[in-house]
């Protein structure tokens, strides 16, 4: 990456950050106190876009489903859990000091910002030969750095009165492993058939050694995940890859395109799987499903590919694995990952702790060890910068910030053309109408322009206005964030017509038909 790209690299990053800040959706933790690296807070406007991002995937994917179900499981666990999935010898990435200031660095990125290329999942002596190679120095005071180290990510504590050997527990890496533990339980209280996924969202924590580029790498942040079960003998038995989905177009970055330094392709979904690209049919399938939530709320496909794991930077239990991918201002980066984790995590899980995670299939009167075919793993946090920066431009001089409806903190502003002879009465008697269904605010200070970019800034994608017609004929005025049209209508239609705005049942300009 050259220096004049990095240096507009952070200048936008700082730009994003000040602006949640500013506008109250995010807020650097504990920043009476300095701050501290890789914690963030939401704020007022910022828990709520965040809600709607869990309360749409948990809609979509567990809800609007009959193959899922949930579970809110535990932040800390017994350590033999992470002990089994190999989290306690694997879970770790390369450190190295400076000699001088005794700054610690992610020796990888490191080397990826001095080079400009992605080194993911090489060895700790392959590390240091680069970084003697280009002569990398300390960031910070240009000292001379260690050679690298392994250092495990997980937040160590202890459980109980003592502090020991014997008390030692683990804040979860990951939110993954308590769906193995849980499994039998699940398919006894349920009743679920194979192929059926376990969901779950929550926080997970990883010791970060240096946290970056705002919300994307973090020490405390919350995941949304499914674990996948199918029967070990139908991996490629997918009966929900319609001809739609087949059809559906994805820019796709291979391993074997990689190792060519070749630039991700287009191409439809049965192509990937007529050339063997994508494995498995189901492990397409949930690659399309969770690009296309992306789409859906608003992402800019063209900024989004899927991109093939090379073989060193697979995970240890990982058969293939995929991520989603979204160009940011510092380079294409994962936002979501998809593996194929095969039977590893219940193999384990019965072996550590000598309890029995079969299924039995009626059909040939036969225990298996249930197939995780796909694993969608989400960060919100991720998702939330994602859209963010996704929705955000500058216009005119100012800051439009076009959140898909379903995403935006507030759904609609309603205001008094004045706050005198009557409007705010009756704008107040609007907004009381309207908050009992949406998201909504209501504001009555200064101009009705500089109100209306005030919305416009926070994502609101609808504002109403209460004027002297609005007395006269109970109609007021709809204003479109993106267009900035503007369009009567009746007071009684709002919530009606609203509804269907937010839900994508009618665009905007529809509204103008008679």
Excluded at 130 to 149: D, F, Q, S, V
Excluded at 205 to 219: G, K, Q
Excluded at 223 to 244: G, S
Excluded at 314 to 328: G, M, P, Q, V
């Amino acid at each position: 990456m050259a220096e004049v790209d990095e240096k507009e690299m952070k200048t936008f990053i700082q730009k994003i950050a000040t602006f949640c800040k500013r506008k109250g959706f995010v807020y650097p933790s504990c920043e009476i106190y300095g701050g501290f690296a890789g914690f963030y807070d939401y704020g007022p406007l910022g828990v709520e876009l965040k809600k709607n991002i869990k309360d749409e995937w948990w809609n979509r994917f567990v809800r609007q489903r009959d193959d899922v179900v949930g579970i809110d499981a535990c932040t800390i666990n017994h350590p033999m859990v992470w002990k089994a999935s190999g989290h306690v010898d694997s879970f770790v990435d390369p450190l190295v000091e400076c000699k001088k200031c005794h700054t610690r660095h992610r020796a990888d990125h490191l080397i990826e910002d001095a080079v400009g290329i992605a080194v993911d999942g090489i060895t700790i002596e392959q590390i240091n030969e680069m970084i003697k190679k280009h002569n990398i120095k300390c960031p910070k005071c240009g000292g001379e750095l260690t050679p690298a180290r392994t250092f495990n990510l997980m937040f160590k504590t202890f459980v109980g009165p003592t502090e020991d050997e014997s008390s030692i527990a683990y804040l979860r890496p990951e939110t993954a492993q308590l769906m193995f533990t849980n499994f039998k339980l699940i398919m006894e209280t349920t009743r679920v058939k194979l192929p059926f996924g376990i969901a779950q969202m929550g926080r997970a924590y990883r010791n970060e050694i240096s946290p970056r580029n705002f919300l994307f790498r973090m020490r405390e942040f919350e995941q949304m995940e499914i674990e996948y079960f199918i029967h070990p003998d139908k991996v490629n038995d997918c009966p929900y890859l319609t001809d739609e989905i087949l059809d559906f177009e994805m820019n796709v970055l291979s391993a074997e395109m990689q190792e060519k330094g070749e630039s991700h392709k287009k191409m439809t979904i049965c192509e990937a799987l007529d050339k063997n690209i994508i494995k498995t049919r189901w492990h397409a399938y949930w690659l399309y499903e969770m690009y296309k939530w992306f789409v859906d709320l608003g992402v800019n496909p063209e900024k989004l590919r899927i991109r093939q794991h090379l073989p060193e930077e697979r995970s240890h239990y990982a058969l293939d694995t995929w991520d989603i991918e979204y160009k940011f201002p510092f380079g294409w980066k994962e936002i979501h990952g998809i593996a194929n984790r095969t039977t590893y995590d219940l193999q384990q899980h019965m072996k550590f702790s000598g309890k029995d995670l079969t299924y039995f299939d009626e059909e040939t009167k036969k225990k298996v060890v249930p197939y995780v075919v796909a694993e969608p793993s989400q960060g919100v946090d991720r998702a939330f910068l994602v859209f963010i920066i996704d929705a955000y431009h500058e216009e005119d001089g100012r800051v439009v910030l076009k959140l898909h409806p379903k995403l935006a903190p507030y759904k609609v502003a309603v205001f008094p053309l004045v706050s005198k002879d009557g409007l705010s009465e009756k704008a107040r008697d609007v907004y009381e109408m309207l908050k009992k269904k949406f998201a909504a605010f209501y504001d009555e200070k200064g101009s009705i322009g500089r109100r209306y970019a005030r919305q416009d800034e926070i994502g609101t994608p609808y504002c109403v206005t209460i004027d002297y017609d609005t007395l006269e004929d109970g109609t007021v005025t709809i204003r479109d964030r993106d267009s900035r049209e503007q369009v009567r209508v009746k007071i009684d239609e709002l919530p009606s017509i609203l509804e269907k705005l937010i839900e994508g049942e009618m665009r905007f300009g529809e509204l103008k038909k008679p």
